[in-house]
């Protein structure tokens, strides 16, 4: 990075320059007050000018520094709202281009917050209710918004659960009203997998919506998000067999007698189902469609699987470096029943 003697060039280096900062944190280790702010007083500190907010989504996005992908040169100046431009080739490129982020026309400040919002809500938040503390001015860009930051709580490439992991389908939804107010059934199959601790208690949670509960969706789901070498435990359904074959060890609990209660049987996968059907008829009233399931369930498990978290703003960092990693290749290819992400605001 180059420095500039002068002192007038110090000072326009330090509002405009690109300056690598030698803390970066180490993946996976953000540091509360350095790489997020700890409470709303530090947001609003941090995040008062949209060039602040550019230049945190920029080391985001580029932790180890920027490197232009036209010439390789690793200093840039930000030019405007989220705009590099390379000091070697005078390539601009976009912070937001290709993340979630990208065609956004409102402040990033307006984005930040509901970002914090989002995060700060332990159950998160309505469509109306972000509409409403963000003061937007319509309820199609609060759901728009939501959308668009639901599809950044997916971590792309993220972990396979490992060690015991429980997995079982449940049903999600029944009746609901759509636009025109008709009512339709519309039932979903959830295929639930968790991890079960050594304590007993859970760890991290996987969900995705099967269009059947057929071998090829549930053990697909399986292997698209267990690491193979762990112990996969199931109930009786046959078409959970193949597993084996794939390089798990599978147990199957099989209650015979009687007609076994799915907490006795099953409890992760019974504990966060109720959890799911709780969250949906209470922050969102029950109001989440077929089609659009999917995303909450993205959702639902980046909350659960960052329960334990004392630090919201944390959970406000991931958020925010998910959004600004450039679009992935769709995950969960195997059972890719997700409907395709609308691009248009
Ligand atoms: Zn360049």
């Excluded at 953000?30 to 995040?47: K, Q, S």
Aim: charge should be positive; include cysteine.
């Amino acid at each position: 990075m180059t420095e500039h003697p002068g002192g007038l060039s110090i000072s326009l280096s330090l509002a405009q320059h690109v300056v690598v900062r030698a803390d970066v944190a180490a993946p996976g280790h953000p540091v509360a007050g350095r790489d997020y702010p700890r409470t709303l007083m530090e947001f609003d500190e941090w995040f008062a000018s949209e060039d602040a907010c550019s230049a945190y989504l920029q080391r985001l996005r580029w932790p180890a520094g920027f490197v232009c992908p036209g010439c390789g040169a690793t200093s840039a100046w930000r030019t405007g709202r989220g705009l590099l431009r390379c000091s070697g080739c005078q390539r601009q490129t976009s912070i937001v281009a290709g993340t979630v982020l990208e065609g956004t026309r409102k402040p990033l400040r307006t984005w930040f917050q509901a970002a914090w919002y989002v995060t700060n809500q332990k159950l998160g938040v309505s469509a109306l209710g972000l509409q409403r503390v963000l003061g937007l001015g319509s309820y199609q860009t609060a759901w728009t918004w939501l959308h668009k930051l639901r599809r950044a709580m997916v971590r792309p490439g993220r972990d396979r659960l490992r060690g015991l992991v429980e997995a079982d389908e449940t049903y999600v939804g029944g009746v609901e009203r759509g636009v025109d107010g008709r009512q339709t059934h519309d039932k979903s199959i959830v295929i639930i997998a968790v991890e079960v601790l050594p304590s007993g208690g859970f760890g991290r949670v996987r969900l995705a919506t099967v269009p059947r509960a057929t071998r090829s969706h549930l053990v697909g789901f399986i292997c698209d998000v267990v690491e193979p070498g762990s112990t996969v435990r199931t109930d009786g359904l046959a078409a959970y067999k193949g597993l084996e074959s794939q390089g798990y060890r599978h147990v199957q609990r099989v209650l015979l007698g009687r007609r076994a209660p799915a907490h006795v049987a099953m409890p992760g996968v019974h504990r966060v189902a109720s959890l799911l059907k709780r969250w949906l008829l209470g922050t969102h009233q029950g109001s989440v469609t077929a089609k659009h399931l999917p995303y909450y369930l993205d959702e639902f498990a980046f909350r659960f699987n960052r329960r334990s978290s004392r630090a919201r703003g944390l959970l406000f960092y991931r958020l925010l470096q998910q959004a600004v990693e450039v679009e992935p290749a769709p995950y969960r290819t195997l059972v890719s029943t997700r409907p395709q992400p609308t691009h248009k605001p």
